[in-house]
């Protein structure tokens, strides 16, 4: 049936589907964390139920063996001896089927809120023809700007404001350290002496004319036999890598028995910025996919990363919407000249 109500609100605008895939994404969040809270639960509460179940059986066979004695015991002590590891085994079943289902349920409505989040966006793709558009700009847009996309900018320091523009690229206007190990011009070298000819009397070095005037001290930082300094300035710290020695016979155990940690460095994604190829770290453990962990800033060049379909498709949009309000306004001003 045809809705005749003039005021209906308009559910095809973006402002709607930004208020609807903001909503799912904190939804999403809320569920990966959710998620990840019951993984490091599981792990925690079967590594504890094997480590202090053992024990307390270690413990009690020790000493029904050693102070009972097994000649003294009874149909007690042979049901604890015989069914004790069986109680512990079930036990840790029941705890693992228990928050796999918990899991799973999250799981489920996880994977449920990213096909909503999916068809949001098509509809929204629809909605502004952003497909169609794209495509058009494949094809007949600019191969340059295809290829070569502007490079954000990066941080620059105090020195990125006073650099002279007169300048050719590749050189700053910074002067070189004077530790450098570098040829510098030196002055106005006085004109050579003629050397003596044969026939004239070779005077010996000890006696000099009065009007020669001393020859000018070489410092040590023009002397020929001149060489870098070392120690010049304080070299910077060096960082040896910390490797991660090899577990224990019992972690390996354990790794077996409980599955490998996801805290672990080796079981987590290393955040590397796009930009400048920085290492920011290390993703929260459990992170599965980098799309999970959305859009995040590099630390050194400051830098966007991440972000998934759904910036995108918005920031398009919002370009989209700034051309045609900018279109608008030359319309209205050629129609009032």
């Not at 604890?80 to 349920?105: E, H, K, M, S």
């Not at 558009?133 to 990125?160: C, F, M, N, V």
């Not at 370009?319 to 309000?325: V, Y």
Request: proline share 9%.
């Amino acid at each position: 049936m045809v809705s005749l109500w003039p005021w209906r609100a308009s559910t095809d605008d973006a402002a709607t589907f930004e208020k609807a895939l903001s909503t799912l994404a904190s939804k999403i969040a809320a569920s990966t964390t959710k998620r990840d809270l019951l993984r490091a639960r599981a792990r925690r509460a079967k590594v504890s139920w094997t480590l202090y179940g053992g024990f307390a059986y270690i413990l009690a066979f020790v000493v029904l063996t050693l102070v009972t004695g097994y000649r003294n015991w009874g149909a007690v002590e042979y049901t604890v001896v015989a069914c004790g590891p069986i109680f512990l085994y079930a036990v840790r079943t029941a705890l693992t089927a228990w928050y796999d289902y918990r899991l799973n349920r999250t799981e489920t409505y996880l994977a449920t809120l990213l096909q909503e989040r999916d068809a949001t966006i098509e509809k929204l793709k629809l909605a502004t023809k952003y497909n169609s558009t794209q495509q058009l700009l494949e094809k007949y847009g600019s191969q340059a700007a295809i290829e070569h996309p502007p490079e954000p900018k990066r941080g620059g320091g105090r020195g990125d404001d006073t650099r002279n523009p007169h300048l050719p690229p590749g050189r700053t206007g910074n002067a070189p350290p004077p530790t450098a190990n570098i040829q510098r011009p030196r002055g106005p070298s006085a004109p050579m002496p003629p050397l003596p000819s044969p026939s004239q009397p070779t005077r010996s070095p000890s006696v000099r004319s009065p009007a020669s005037p001393p020859p000018p001290a070489l410092t040590a930082e023009f002397a020929p036999n001149a060489e870098f300094a070392p120690n010049a300035f304080t070299s910077p710290a060096q960082y040896t890598p910390q490797t991660a020695g090899e577990g224990r016979w019992y972690d390996r155990i354990l790794d077996a028995l409980l599955g490998e940690d996801e805290t672990l460095a080796k079981n987590r994604f290393a955040l590397i910025c796009a930009h400048c190829r920085l290492v920011n770290g290390q993703a929260p453990p459990g992170t599965r996919a980098l799309s999970d962990l959305g859009e995040w800033r590099c630390a050194g060049c400051g830098g966007k990363n991440g972000g998934g379909e759904v910036e995108k498709v918005l920031g398009e949009i919002v370009k989209g919407e700034k051309g045609k309000e900018e279109e608008s306004g030359d319309d209205g001003e050629r129609v009032r000249d």
